[in-house]
T-cell receptor
Framework: SQQGEEDPQALSIQEGENATMNCSYKTSINNLQWYRQNSGRGLVHLILIRSNEREKHSGRLRVTLDTSKKSSSLLITASRAADTASYFCATDGKDMRFGAGTRLTVKP | DSGVTQTPKHLITATGQRVTLRCSPRSGDLSVYWYQQSLDQGLQFLIQYYNGEERAKGNILERFSAQQFPDLHSELNLSSLELGDSALYFC???????????FGEGSRLTVL
């Protein structure tokens, strides 16, 4: 099974700043996904990047993937207070396992 | 709205009791996943079903069991409940194409 591990565990920034979160994994993947969870709510899919892609954008989100280092990063640009949430990565596989997540706090 | 429905939303029960959590996946999704999330923790993968068959098993206790029915809804049964079982239980479904998971809003279980 695959499991991503997010880093840092917690991140606190000011509104307008950029937030970068990292994910490492251990084995080969076909794709990697990022999810967001507002406190106590269900996870919401943000973006999927395939193993043959190096970078992908969606609005203020930018995801990179380095398969040689088995790592991915999620960049949120011009952060807003509403971006405050936990962010998880997950890799494909027979089961979908998530890491402990990065808890992002954006201060207004 | 993800299209995944979980019931009940909240449940309070006593130690030693048994509860059943229900999940209706998105229309057409064949895969159902169950996760447990304790307070401020990550998601623990419990079990996955695909079209009625168990496909993958994670850190699911022997006191817990699950099944997926012919109409594709799934139930997670938790028995001999302990205080430590208090958590949010999420169900997610997938259509299999990209592997994107669609999560329900969870069932919050409190064991007193």
């Amino acid at each position: 099974s695959q499991q991503g591990e997010e880093d840092p565990q917690a991140l606190s920034i000011q509104e307008g700043e950029n937030a970068t979160m990292n994910c490492s994994y251990k084995t080969s993947i076909n794709n990697l996904q990022w999810y967001r969870q507002n406190s106590g709510r269900g996870l919401v899919h943000l973006i999927l990047i395939r193993s043959n892609e190096r970078e992908k954008h969606s609005g203020r989100l930018r995801v990179t993937l380095d398969t040689s280092k088995k790592s991915s990063s999620l960049l949120i640009t011009a952060s807003r207070a509403a971006d405050t949430a936990s962010y998880f990565c997950a890799t494909d596989g027979k089961d979908m396992r998530f890491g402990a997540g990065t808890r992002l706090t954006v201060k207004p | 709205d993800s299209g995944v429905t979980q019931t009940p939303k909240h449940l309070i029960t006593a130690t030693g009791q048994r509860v059943t959590l229900r999940c209706s996946p998105r229309s057409g999704d064949l895969s159902v996943y169950w996760y447990q999330q304790s307070l401020d923790q990550g998601l623990q993968f419990l079990i996955q079903y695909y079209n009625g068959e168990e496909r993958a098993k994670g850190n699911i206790l022997e006191r817990f069991s699950a099944q997926q029915f012919p109409d594709l809804h799934s139930e997670l049964n938790l028995s001999s409940l302990e205080l430590g079982d208090s958590a949010l239980y999420f169900c997610a479904s997938s259509g299999g194409g990209s592997g994107e998971l669609f999560f329900g809003e969870g069932s919050r279980l409190t064991v007193l």
